[in-house]
Structure formats: C-alpha cells, structure tokens
C-alpha cells in the first residue's frame, strides 16, 4: 500500500532516478494511455472546500518535496490523491483539470460534481506534470481511478535487498552530486569543505553549505546559525533534521545521524584540505567560501574523471554537519582501509563503495581498486592517464546499479467496476549517459 507522504514515492518506486532512461517498448497488450510520471510532483495541496464541481486547494507541506518549476500554470495535471499523508487506504489517480491558481498557492481544480463528491476537505493531492504529453491526451484519461502496483512486470529489487540498498545509495550520491552543481551554478565556485571560524577551528561544512540545493534542505538551512559553529547550542538542534541524502540504506538505523558520504579532501583534490576562514559574521560565509572553492575550470582532468565524494562507514562517527571527511594523503591504503572509504555493499563475492564523481555520474567502486588507479581519479589537475581497461574493471562489479534508473509508468486499464491506474516500476539501465535534466514523459494515443 502505497502512501502520499515521504512515503508516496515507494508509490512511484525510487522515481528521482528516472532521469534520462529508455522507456520499455509497448506491446499489443497494453492499453493505448500510457504516461511516465516525472520524478517528484509539481505542486502538493490540501482540499480545502468543495461546491459542486469546483475544488478549492491550498498549497500544503505535509507529503513529498515539489520540484519548483516557477509558477504553477492552469490546465491538466495527474494526482495521486489520498485521504493523508499516511493513509493506508489505496490512493486514487486524479485526472485534475487546474482553472484557477492564486498568488498564495492556492488552487482551484474543475472536476466533474460526481467526482468531486469522492473527495472530502482536508484530502492531500499532489499534482504531477505530465512533460511530453498533450494537454489534449491528458484530458482523455479517465477522471477518477484506484492505483494498484504492478510488480509482476520489470519490478525492481526487494526493499531491503543488497540490489536496492545499492541502488538508494547511487540515488543519495546523485542528488549530492546535483546540489553541488547547482551550488555552482549559482555561486560559479564549489563549496569548501571547511569553513573555519574566528578561533580557527572547523565550524561549517560543505553539506551544511549546499542545504539550499537539496530537497527540503532549505527550511534547515533557514534555522542554521552561521555566526556560531556546528555544534553550537542552536545548531546541535538541527542534527535530527538530516537530510536523507547524506545517509546510505545498507546502514539501515541512523539514530546518530553520522554520514555516510564525504568529500575528498587534499592537495590537488575536489575539495582542498586547508577550506576557508571567516570572521564569525554571518554575513561574511559566503565571501569566504568562494576564496576557497574550486571553480570548474580547475577540473583539467575533466569532471568524468575526478571522484569527489565517496562512502564512509559509519564506524568514523561524522554527525552530519561536522566539517570532517576523508583525507587522501601519501598514507591512502585503498577503499575499505581504516580511515578512508568503504565498501559496504556486497556484489557477488566482492564489496563496493558508492562514489560520485564530478560531473554527476556515480559508481560502484571495488573495494580491489587499485590505489595507483584511485589516486588518479582523485586528482582534478594530474594529467595522469587512467587506463580505461583498468578503470571499467573494477566498476564494473556495480555500474548496473550506479547506472540504473526505475522508470514509473503509468497505464489505464478497464477493471471489473471501472478504470484502474495500473503503476508498473521499470528498472533498466541506461545504454549511455547524458548531463542530468528533467524526465520526458511520453503519452501513447
């Protein structure tokens, strides 16, 4: 049963790594509407009245991150609509015709009255904007519909399968990997790892620093202090509020909220071991960070081929906001070695590491890679040749689930009391990759 909280998108499956995936071919047995849903929803709200047709909703925080695309525009949409966030009841698919939208969020849908009389106020929905199908395809699809899962075609692993661990994993990694980016983009220069403070000692970090770019880091990022360190009496507040990111499954409770991802810090790495120095003023972080950040161009080794995070196990006890992470010095012994990078995840007879690498891209890395090898990926400037050979070896062992994505299609069928919005989770993987962007959801009429 499927949920329309944080939850809801076991619904969709793990859908925020639908990103640039093939879609399967259809056969003749499939009904002719078929959609992919997009990765996070467009809008999430709360049934506020309802007068005959006419449904009235308020912009809610209650259910999943939205993606923020701009301003909502009027027409069709899909939602998933429950009774709350955590209703165990089996959601419906709403085919929601937007008419109205006000400046504080709220909305007004136009649905038939004998469909309005099945929702209720105080109904969650989230809508889903269908990119690639026609205002005219989405106005075909039945209005209202139970949602049943369909794990018996193209399912992906078990929930707590090493399969899935590995795959949520690459997932946490990927969006690591986009909120630096868009960290970048907006600040032209990667964060430091460390930010010290006025009395020289390490009060930020580079996850803190990045919380605007994370889904829902930026309500955590407004209640931190950055006159004050980490773990100053206001920030140590804030340690629960981890986002999920930053943890890996394969971990399972996280009750001390630790890290499992951290940067490579050292000469000629991503991230450079001495960080920044402010003067405890908050206004001043972000001047001292782009002292200190490396800009792209410095990336001469090109940004396919420099790791910048990796996994870290548990066993360092680095709180999440802590400025602590891996130091790769003359004394680096390889991934799975005291004090640098682990392999917490088992592939066949070997163990693997989750790492991200500059442009985005994440691997599986053996814990048998040779350290010669990894000291080239951790350059950013080396000039050093890395033997493809070599290099694809000791990924290969888990590239399928780095490079995987979970497609959620979306298709109508007729049901014994009418039609039934079958949710089918694709798990492929991708031929090649391309820079991330936005899914493309394809309607079949």
Known sequence: MCRLGAAMLVCVGLAFLAVNARSEEPDERRPAIRFRLPEL?????????????????AASEEGPPVRDQGELAEGYYLAIVAKSAN???????????????AADGAVVLDQTPVVAKQLSEGYLLALFAIRGATQEALAGVPEFAPVQVDRSRGSPPAADSPEMHRLEASGHAREIGFALLEYEQA??????????????????????LILPFV??????????????????PNNSKLLDQMPAIFGDPVHLANDDYYTHF???????????????????????VEKAARTAGRR????????ANVIVVGSVPPERKIPWMKPEDVVVGEDFTGIGTEGGFAAPHASGTDRVGTFLLGDSMVYGIS???DVDLLRKLFTIAGGEMVDEVEWQAVRSTASEFARSRLVPMLEYVEGDDGPVAVMTMVHEVA???????????????
């Open 367 to 369: 814990k048998a890679a």
């Open 41 to 57: 929803p467009r809008y999430v709200g709360q049934v506020v009245s309802i007068e005959g047709g006419k449904v009235q909703v």
């Open 215 to 232: 889904e829902g880091g930026e309500a955590i990022y407004a209640q931190y202090r950055l006159d004050e360190p980490w773990d100053g």
């Open 431 to 445: 031929e090649e990759e391309a820079a991330p962007q936005e899914e493309a959801p394809e309607a079949d009429e």
């Open 87 to 101: 209703s165990q009841e089996v959601p419906r698919m709403l085919r929601a015709h937007v008419v109205e939208v």
């Open 262 to 284: 951290a940067a490579v810090t050292g000469d000629g790495m991503a991230f450079a071991l001495e960080g920044a120095q402010f003067d405890g003023e908050a206004a001043n």
């Open 296 to 303: 792209l161009s410095e990336f001469t080794d090109g940004l």
């Open 187 to 208: 600040r032209k220069r990667l964060p430091p790892a460390i930010i010290h403070g006025p009395d020289g000692q390490p009060w930020h970090s580079w996850r803190v």
